[in-house]
């Protein structure tokens, strides 16, 4: 990877170069981040981002559930918030609502779990997604019939230039599995909101739910979750199945058996073998029904 930032403004957190990310993101494969960075708290990524030449593109990630990082590595900063960044706690909002504050490092069950615990419900299918705050935030994060967009108040963010800025929901232009986040913009924090219900009702519905997923998903995989968005009024599993491509193999990447818009890193699968894959999918779709598959994973960095 050839180097675009050589050097970094001060930083009170760490910044390691050719920081390994394959070591965390879900698929395990990839190159590393030209840097990766962890800043100490807000106030530091805030001084960090202003202090870097605005040239050096910027990338948040959280747990990389739903990453596909190209074997080149990613040039630049990637942004990793420390566990310090992690803290959830609840407040009363307005109209007897309840809202759920969560730093963005925070994992989607541990924001469903403080909710639960403190009986506000609405929030309970964060529980099944398994990554961050920030990430669910960006993607808009869904499943079983609700998304991050519905009980989303407000997202603090620090713009690229460093600026901290708190938008409200409708400011971040949210549809399906999209939102108007601007680039290299970091999400450090967001205010949730659900409505008053029982611990015990809101425990056994996120039961339900993890239970669902258990049975559909391959959930303990080297996956990236669903690799296509669902087209209007169709399925991405369907369509793929109907091509032909359940189980389809390249190198050590793996179309999943059990929901066919998860591909699965069987072990030694490079992300080139896994983005082929996708791209050998979506021709195959394309083929058999004539319709276009959307990635819905988000590749980043450049190949090998
Ligand atoms: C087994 C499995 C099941 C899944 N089920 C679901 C599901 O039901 N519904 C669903 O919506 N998704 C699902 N996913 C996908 C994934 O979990 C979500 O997209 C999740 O929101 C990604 O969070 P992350 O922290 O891992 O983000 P990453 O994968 O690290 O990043 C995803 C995107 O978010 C951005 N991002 C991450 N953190 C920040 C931040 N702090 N500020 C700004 N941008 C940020 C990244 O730049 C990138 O563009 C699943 C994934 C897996 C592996
Ligand atoms: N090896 C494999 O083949 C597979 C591995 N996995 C991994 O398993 C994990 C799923 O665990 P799950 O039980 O669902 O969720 P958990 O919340 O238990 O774990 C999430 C993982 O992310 C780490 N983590 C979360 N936030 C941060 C942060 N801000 N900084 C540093 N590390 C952080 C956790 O570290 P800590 O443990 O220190 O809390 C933990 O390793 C995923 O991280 C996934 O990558 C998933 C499928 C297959
Ligand atoms: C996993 C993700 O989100 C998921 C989310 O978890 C679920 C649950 O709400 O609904 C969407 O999947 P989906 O439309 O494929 O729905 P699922 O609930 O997974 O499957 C629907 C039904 O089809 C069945 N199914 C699925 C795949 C398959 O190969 N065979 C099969 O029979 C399942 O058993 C289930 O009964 C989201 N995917 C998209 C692209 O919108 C993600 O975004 O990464």
Same mark, same amino acid.
Request: glycine letters at 12%; one cysteine or more; charged letters at 25%.
């Given at each position: 990877?050839?180097?675009?930032?050589?050097? !970094?403004?001060?930083?009170?957190?760490?910044?390691?170069?050719?920081?390994?990310?394959?070591?965390?993101?879900?698929?395990?494969?990839?190159?590393?981040?030209?840097?990766? +960075?962890?800043?100490?708290?807000?106030?530091?990524?805030?001084?960090?981002?202003?202090?870097?030449?605005?040239?050096?593109?910027?990338?948040?990630?959280?747990?990389?559930?739903?990453?596909?990082?190209?074997?080149?590595?990613?040039?630049?900063? +990637?942004?990793?918030?420390?566990?310090?960044? =992690?803290?959830?706690?609840?407040?009363?909002?307005?109209?007897? !609502?309840?809202?759920?504050?969560?730093?963005?490092?925070?994992?989607?069950?541990?924001?469903?779990?403080?909710?639960?615990?403190?009986?506000?419900?609405?929030?309970?299918?964060?529980?099944?997604?398994?990554?961050?705050?920030?990430?669910?935030?960006?993607?808009?994060?869904?499943?079983?019939?609700?998304?991050?967009?519905?009980?989303?108040?407000?997202?603090?963010?620090?713009?690229? #230039?460093?600026?901290?800025?708190?938008?409200?929901?409708?400011?971040?232009?949210?549809?399906?599995?999209?939102?108007? !986040?601007?680039?290299?913009?970091?999400?450090?924090?967001?205010?949730?909101?659900? +409505?008053?219900?029982?611990?015990?009702?809101?425990?056994?519905?996120?039961?339900?739910?993890?239970?669902?997923?258990?049975?559909?998903?391959?959930?303990?995989?080297?996956?990236?979750?669903?690799?296509?968005?669902?087209?209007?009024?169709?399925?991405?599993?369907? !369509?793929?199945?109907?091509?032909?491509?359940?189980?389809?193999?390249?190198?050590?990447?793996?179309?999943?058996?059990?929901?066919?818009?998860?591909?699965?890193?069987?072990?030694?699968?490079?992300?080139? #073998?896994?983005?082929?894959?996708?791209?050998?999918?979506?021709? =195959?779709?394309?083929?058999?029904?004539?319709?276009?598959?959307?990635?819905?994973?988000?590749?980043?960095?450049?190949?090998?």
């Amino acid at each position: 990877m050839s180097a675009v930032c050589t050097a !970094l403004p001060p930083l009170r957190g760490s910044a390691e170069h050719e920081g390994k990310l394959a070591d965390f993101i879900w698929f395990r494969t990839g190159g590393p981040a030209e840097w990766l +960075v962890r800043p100490a708290d807000v106030r530091d990524l805030s001084v960090f981002m202003a202090g870097l030449d605005p040239e050096t593109p910027v990338l948040p990630v959280g747990v990389g559930s739903n990453l596909i990082v190209r074997d080149g590595g990613v040039p630049g900063v +990637v942004v990793r918030l420390p566990k310090a960044m =992690a803290k959830v706690s609840v407040e009363p909002g307005t109209k007897g !609502l309840w809202r759920v504050r969560a730093g963005a490092a925070a994992m989607g069950i541990s924001v469903a779990s403080a909710a639960r615990d403190a009986g506000i419900a609405g929030l309970e299918f964060l529980r099944g997604i398994p990554g961050t705050v920030g990430g669910a935030v960006r993607m808009n994060a869904g499943a079983y019939g609700r998304d991050a967009s519905d009980i989303l108040v407000e997202a603090t963010i620090v713009l690229r #230039d460093g600026r901290i800025e708190t938008w409200a929901a409708k400011e971040l232009g949210y549809s399906y599995r999209h939102s108007l !986040l601007p680039r290299g913009a970091v999400v450090v924090e967001a205010l949730f909101e659900g +409505v008053p219900g029982e611990p015990a009702a809101i425990g056994a519905e996120m039961d339900r739910i993890a239970a669902e997923r258990e049975a559909s998903q391959p959930l303990r995989s080297r996956t990236g979750g669903s690799t296509f968005k669902n087209p209007p009024f169709d399925k991405a599993w369907r !369509l793929i199945d109907e091509a032909g491509c359940r189980g389809l193999r390249r190198g050590d990447a793996q179309v999943s058996e059990k929901h066919c818009n998860f591909l699965l890193n069987l072990g030694s699968a490079t992300s080139a #073998d896994i983005e082929a894959l996708g791209e050998e999918v979506r021709a =195959a779709v394309k083929a058999k029904s004539g319709i276009e598959l959307e990635w819905e994973i988000q590749r980043v960095g450049v190949v090998k």
